[in-house]
């Protein structure tokens, strides 16, 4: 906001205060002044709201990525001292998908499969979308596999390890490579 001395009384002290956190703008000064600044206040308005919601999501984004990268380190830590490394994953889904028991629930080929594209990622981490199309490509149909990932995320058997924009990136957790173990043959 760009104030002219042809704006203020030479008599009267002007000030102008804006709180961006808050979106708030307080104008003191002569009428003269006020009325010009109210004439641009829906620019001054759309500028704060700008500035507020650009901060506030890269706080919260902060917030987000500082606890889920707490979340991924005790999770780690967990996975460490499990017998994961009796868990290794072959080269191919079937030779993979046979080392499990017959009668397993589609929740528990949700898991299986995650920890397959997983396991072949170079991050050691995976997207839903991958495990819905490895699932397709291997003719494994579920009835909702993204809900079947959700379920399983709620259980404590994923865990986030990162956020690309919208995009998660999740990890099979401690309880989840204990829950394989339990299904194998």
């Given at each position: 906001?760009e104030l002219r001395?042809?704006?203020v009384?030479m008599?009267k002290?002007a000030?102008?205060?804006i709180?961006?956190k808050?979106?708030?703008?307080e104008?003191?000064?002569?009428?003269q002044f006020?009325?010009?600044?109210?004439?641009n206040?829906?620019?001054?308005?759309?500028y704060?709201a700008?500035?507020?919601?650009n901060n506030?999501?890269d706080?919260?984004s902060?917030v987000?990525?500082e606890?889920i990268?707490?979340?991924?380190?005790?999770?780690?830590?967990k996975l460490?001292s499990t017998?994961e490394?009796?868990?290794?994953?072959p080269?191919?889904f079937?030779?993979?998908?046979?080392r499990f028991?017959?009668?397993?629930?589609?929740?528990?080929?949700?898991?299986?499969?995650a920890?397959?594209?997983?396991k072949?990622?170079?991050q050691n981490d995976f997207k839903?979308?991958?495990v819905?199309?490895?699932?397709?490509?291997h003719?494994?149909?579920?009835?909702?596999?993204?809900?079947s990932?959700?379920?399983?995320s709620?259980?404590?058997?994923?865990?986030?390890?990162r956020?690309?924009g919208?995009?998660?990136?999740?990890?099979?957790?401690?309880?989840?490579?204990?829950h394989l173990?339990?299904?194998r043959?």
């Amino acid at each position: 906001m760009e104030l002219r001395s042809e704006d203020v009384e030479m008599n009267k002290p002007a000030k102008a205060r804006i709180n961006f956190k808050k979106g708030e703008v307080e104008l003191e000064g002569s009428e003269q002044f006020v009325e010009g600044q109210l004439a641009n206040i829906d620019a001054i308005a759309d500028y704060i709201a700008l500035l507020s919601t650009n901060n506030s999501l890269d706080e919260e984004s902060i917030v987000e990525q500082e606890e889920i990268a707490a979340v991924a380190e005790v999770e780690q830590e967990k996975l460490a001292s499990t017998s994961e490394r009796e868990l290794q994953a072959p080269n191919t889904f079937g030779e993979w998908l046979h080392r499990f028991k017959d009668d397993i629930s589609d929740l528990e080929k949700a898991l299986i499969t995650a920890y397959y594209v997983q396991k072949q990622s170079s991050q050691n981490d995976f997207k839903t979308s991958e495990v819905n199309k490895s699932l397709l490509e291997h003719g494994i149909k579920l009835s909702n596999p993204s809900r079947s990932l959700q379920n399983l995320s709620k259980k404590k058997l994923f865990f986030q390890t990162r956020k690309d924009g919208k995009l998660k990136y999740m990890r099979v957790s401690s309880d989840g490579v204990n829950h394989l173990q339990l299904l194998r043959r």
